[in-house]
């Protein structure tokens, strides 16, 4: 969860710190006033040192006062929260896409149906498994 830069946020009052942060830290995403490095890059790293050791007072503080505001509104009872909410939702779509179980008369009727046809198409896929999975549909003419 990064712990340790909000933690560092939270407890420089004051205002007075600079945070760099790796752009793989999932913090990165929420702490965006923190000056943000590919830690891999050692230009990139260094101009980060130099830019949080040169910035004006101003900047630094309103940058820190921006990053505890954020932390101190979404605490670890929102997230919590919000990670249940998202929870619940998934649990919803799960119900819609559940497989229906087909009656006998549901199998007897595509059964019937199946050999009264003139014309027959089987498709069969799981998953992606033949094709990739496709968000709409789209007829393609057989010739």
């Known amino acids: 969860m990064n712990l340790v830069s909000k933690e560092y946020v939270a ?3 004051d205002g007075r710190g600079s945070l760099i942060l790796s752009e793989g830290a999932g913090a990165a995403s929420e702490l965006v006033e923190a000056i943000i490095v590919n830690p ?3 230009n990139e790293v260094t101009e980060a040192i130099r830019q949080a050791l040169e910035m004006n007072d ?7 006062l921006a990053m505890r505001e954020r ?3 979404y605490n670890v009872y929102r ?8 929870l619940n939702e998934i649990k919803k779509e799960q119900v819609k896409l ?8 549901v199998v007897k009727d595509i059964i ?3 050999c009264k046809a003139k014309n027959r198409l089987i498709l069969l896929d799981y998953d992606g498994t033949l094709v ?5 549909v789209r007829p393609r003419a057989v010739g």
């Open 58 to 64: 101003k900047e630094r503080v309103m940058k820190m």
């Open 40 to 42: 891999n890059n050692i």
């Open 71 to 73: 932390i101190r509104r």
């Open 132 to 136: 990739p999975i496709q968000d709409t």
């Open 11 to 13: 407890a420089k009052t």
């Open 79 to 86: 997230w919590a929260e919000g990670f249940l909410e998202r």
């Open 112 to 114: 019937r149906d199946y």
């Open 98 to 105: 559940r497989a229906r179980v087909l009656t006998s008369k």
